[in-house]
């Protein structure tokens, strides 16, 4: 975490900036619980951002239509950190302090969820983590915090060593970033590398926020790689794999399933052919996903649907693990039973993903992975035959 920003964190906390834990209704009234969403909604990242936003909404429009939680509607107020650290920490500030909600259904991206920890873990106000699922939000385990997905270093071992299988005595070559979710992906690879025995012969770091790979493509190329971990965000693997394309080295490239977006499979065009992923989210063309589509359009405009991808489903059903702890607490609605009821959920199908389940010991919802292959004439992506 940036030394900067945690001792920013640590600071407020001293200075008495959140409310003390007896006033642990807040957000909540007689008709009314206000629920907070903290994230990047423009920007390249707001692709995730507004998708996740927008699965969110869905869950609170499908319980308002039902009643509410308890007969109280909910209200989600949401808060843009442009993926930007500084900025998470502002805007957790501002939910938490001056619209006082009760439990925050999202704290962004990598980098932004450890700036905010400090203040999130002080607050003890129920939050819950479906885009970003690094180690320190489970481990050890954070009695108000609670990520939804699949830890990423564990996500790329899976992957690669996936691909290994199915390309076997390849030689690899890994590009990765120079952050924390760079860091995540070296992990995860040079696992897989060692337990599979696999010959890397290139391996580069790239500063986040490049948009030119012909240097380190070329390089994979030169190096004799035959196959690649992508470890890029978004934009970033759909310049390497058009790079591969351009120069003609067409090999299997794998990317994390930050990327498994159709607008990713659409920019990657033909480039796409030989690029894989690992998830845990539902298809949309999938038949367990049939469900969870009919309420995309029953509850999201026109204009909205089309900025549908993997993070609605993911935003919808952490907020609905969220919203069913909520409603086991009854009237008497607290940020302790929250977060002990969130801890009790256990294979909760919610129709956008394979079954979400938390214990006491264990916060972080680990569903199971399938392999996938882009789908360029579709733009998307398909179960690998």
Same mark, same amino acid.
């Given at each position: 975490?940036?030394?900067?920003?945690?001792?920013?964190?640590?600071?407020?906390?001293?200075?008495?900036?959140?409310?003390?834990?007896?006033?642990?209704?807040?957000?909540?009234?007689?008709?009314?619980?206000?629920?907070?969403?903290?994230?990047? #909604?423009? =920007?390249?990242?707001?692709?995730?951002?507004?998708?996740?936003?927008?699965?969110?909404?869905? !869950?609170?429009?499908?319980?308002?239509?039902?009643?509410?939680?308890?007969?109280?509607?909910?209200?989600?107020?949401?808060?843009?950190?442009?993926?930007?650290?500084?900025?998470?920490?502002?805007?957790?500030?501002?939910?938490?302090?001056?619209?006082?909600?009760?439990?925050?259904?999202?704290?962004?991206?990598?980098?932004?969820?450890?700036?905010?920890?400090?203040?999130?873990?002080?607050?003890?106000?129920?939050?819950?983590?479906?885009?970003?699922?690094?180690?320190?939000?489970?481990?050890?385990?954070?009695?108000?915090?609670?990520?939804?997905?699949?830890?990423?270093?564990?996500?790329?071992? $899976? #992957?690669?060593?996936?691909?290994?299988?199915?390309?076997?005595?390849?030689?690899?070559?890994?590009?990765?970033?120079?952050?924390?979710? =760079?860091?995540?992906?070296?992990?995860?690879?040079?696992?897989?590398?060692?337990?599979?025995?696999?010959?890397?012969?290139?391996?580069?770091?790239?500063?986040?926020?490049?948009?030119?790979?012909?240097?380190?493509?070329?390089?994979?190329?030169?190096?004799?790689?035959?196959?690649?971990?992508?470890?890029?965000? #978004?934009?970033?693997?759909?310049?390497?794999?058009?790079?591969?394309?351009?120069?003609?080295?067409?090999?299997?490239?794998?990317?994390?399933?930050?990327?498994?977006?159709?607008?990713?499979?659409?920019?990657?065009?033909?480039?796409?052919?030989?690029?894989?992923?690992?998830?845990?989210?539902? #298809?949309?063309?999938?038949?367990?996903?049939?469900?969870?589509?009919?309420?995309?359009?029953?509850?999201?405009?026109? $204009? $909205?649907?089309?900025?549908?991808?993997?993070?609605?489903?993911?935003?919808?059903?952490?907020?609905?693990?969220?919203?069913?702890?909520?409603?086991?607490?009854?009237?008497?609605?607290?940020?302790?039973?929250?977060?002990?009821?969130?801890?009790?959920?256990?294979?909760?199908?919610?129709?956008?993903?394979?079954?979400?389940?938390?214990?006491?010991?264990?916060?972080?919802? !680990?569903?199971?992975?399938?392999?996938?292959?882009?789908?360029?004439? =579709?733009?998307?992506?398909?179960?690998?035959?």
């Amino acid at each position: 975490m940036n030394r900067r920003l945690a001792a920013s964190a640590l600071g407020l906390l001293a200075a008495g900036t959140f409310l003390p834990a007896a006033a642990q209704q807040q957000g909540v009234t007689d008709t009314e619980i206000v629920i907070g969403d903290i994230l990047p #909604l423009t =920007g390249p990242p707001a692709l995730l951002g507004v998708a996740h936003n927008l699965g969110v909404k869905l !869950a609170v429009a499908e319980a308002n239509a039902a009643g509410g939680i308890q007969g109280r509607k909910l209200r989600l107020i949401s808060e843009d950190d442009g993926y930007v650290p500084s900025r998470t920490i502002q805007g957790v500030r501002k939910l938490v302090n001056s619209d006082k909600v009760f439990a925050l259904t999202s704290i962004s991206g990598t980098a932004q969820a450890q700036a905010a920890m400090p203040l999130i873990k002080q607050t003890g106000l129920p939050a819950m983590a479906p885009i970003t699922t690094y180690e320190g939000l489970y481990k050890p385990t954070i009695k108000n915090v609670f990520a939804v997905g699949y830890d990423m270093r564990d996500a790329v071992y $899976e #992957l690669v060593s996936r691909m290994a299988e199915r390309f076997p005595g390849k030689k690899w070559a890994l590009i990765s970033q120079d952050d924390d979710y =760079g860091e995540n992906v070296r992990e995860g690879f040079e696992r897989a590398a060692k337990e599979k025995k696999l010959q890397v012969v290139s391996t580069q770091v790239y500063k986040k926020g490049q948009s030119d790979f012909s240097s380190e493509i070329l390089k994979v190329k030169q190096s004799g790689a035959e196959a690649l971990m992508a470890g890029g965000v #978004l934009g970033e693997n759909v310049t390497m794999a058009k790079e591969l394309e351009r120069v003609g080295h067409s090999i299997p490239m794998g990317v994390t399933y930050v990327s498994r977006v159709p607008a990713s499979a659409k920019m990657m065009g033909s480039a796409g052919e030989n690029v894989y992923t690992v998830d845990y989210v539902y #298809l949309e063309s999938a038949p367990e996903a049939k469900g969870f589509m009919d309420k995309i359009d029953k509850y999201l405009s026109a $204009e $909205e649907r089309a900025r549908v991808n993997r993070y609605t489903f993911t935003g919808y059903a952490s907020a609905r693990a969220l919203f069913a702890a909520m409603d086991r607490c009854g009237k008497a609605l607290t940020w302790d039973c929250t977060n002990a009821e969130l801890a009790k959920v256990s294979n909760l199908d919610t129709v956008a993903m394979t079954p979400i389940s938390f214990t006491a010991t264990n916060h972080l919802a !680990a569903p199971k992975l399938f392999l996938l292959k882009a789908d360029p004439a =579709g733009s998307t992506y398909k179960p690998a035959p």
